[in-house]
């Protein structure tokens, strides 16, 4: 019994094991953060939202590049983009030079009073007109109203027959073939002309959903100084420019990739120099 309790106390060589002794901690053993707990008011449920199929609703985000566009859409912006990057010869980027804000706001003040009258218009006159006839009044002839002439073919033949004295041409027509030819012909035959953004501010004029050119012929007595002064204007920013014009061309703008690329062997290069240096 004493043996035993002696073997106790000592280890197997019979060295005695002080009780003060303490190992050594682990040094790799990290102390956890006490997890600070979160007050929680009863009165507001947690309700997490589950977006799996036949569930909560999905958020509204912005799925504009993965729509499928139709055709025309799609063909429009390809063709914006290309003329962007293409060479676009003169007689073609000449519809990009419009007239400025200023001038258009005067022009197109002065086009809506000379804007053809409306059907329902045009229907009360010839009723008033037959009434008096019915009533025994002579039917006297009545001077003819001022309106802008509209069309393709009515503008080209006014200006072949040096009628026209103003010429205002769609910047947006579709194909641009059906104007194309129309400011050459205006400066060979000597008349004003100018080219305006949107079809469909010159439909609103002649009272049509959109027109490639309007011109007039005649103006009244009233307008006639604020016509000439208009003219002069017009004639200096387009007729007057005619070399300028001609020797213009369109297009040619890189990309955002492409531009990025030059960027960075230009970099590139006078890094090169510098070295060199």
Same mark, same amino acid.
């Given at each position: ?79 914006? *983009? ?60 009545? =001077? =003819? ?49 100018? *080219? ?82």
């Amino acid at each position: 019994m004493v043996q035993k309790a002696l073997n106790k106390k000592t280890g197997k060589k019979g060295k005695v094991i002080s009780k003060r002794k303490k190992i050594a901690p682990n040094p790799m053993a990290v102390a956890k953060p006490v997890a600070v707990k979160k007050i929680v008011n009863p009165l507001f449920e947690k309700r997490p939202r589950n977006f799996g199929i036949g569930r909560d609703i999905q958020p509204k985000r912005d799925l504009t590049r993965f729509v499928r566009w139709p055709k025309y859409i799609r063909v429009q912006r390809q063709m914006s *983009i290309l003329k962007q990057r293409l060479k676009v010869p003169p007689p073609i980027h000449q519809f990009k030079q419009c007239l400025d804000r200023q001038k258009a706001l005067e022009l197109f003040r002065m086009l809506e009073r000379y804007r053809p009258e409306t059907k329902k218009a045009k229907r009360l006159r010839l009723k008033q007109r037959a009434k008096l006839v019915a009533k025994g009044q002579e039917d006297l002839p009545v =001077k =003819k109203r001022i309106i802008v002439r509209q069309g393709i073919n009515t503008v080209t033949k006014l200006v072949e027959q040096k009628k026209a004295r103003l010429v205002c041409i769609a910047s947006d027509v579709e194909p641009i073939e059906l104007v194309v030819f129309l400011p050459s012909l205006c400066r060979k035959m000597g008349v004003p002309y100018c *080219i305006v953004k949107n079809k469909a501010r010159l439909g609103r004029i002649a009272r049509r959903k959109n027109c490639t050119s309007l011109c007039l012929t005649e103006v009244e007595g009233s307008d006639r100084s604020n016509f000439n002064k208009l003219v002069e204007a017009i004639k200096t920013n387009y007729n007057e420019r005619a070399d300028e014009i001609r020797k213009n061309w369109g297009g040619k703008t890189l990309g955002s990739k492409s531009a990025a690329k030059l960027r960075k062997l230009e970099k590139a290069k006078a890094r090169e120099l510098k070295k060199a240096m």
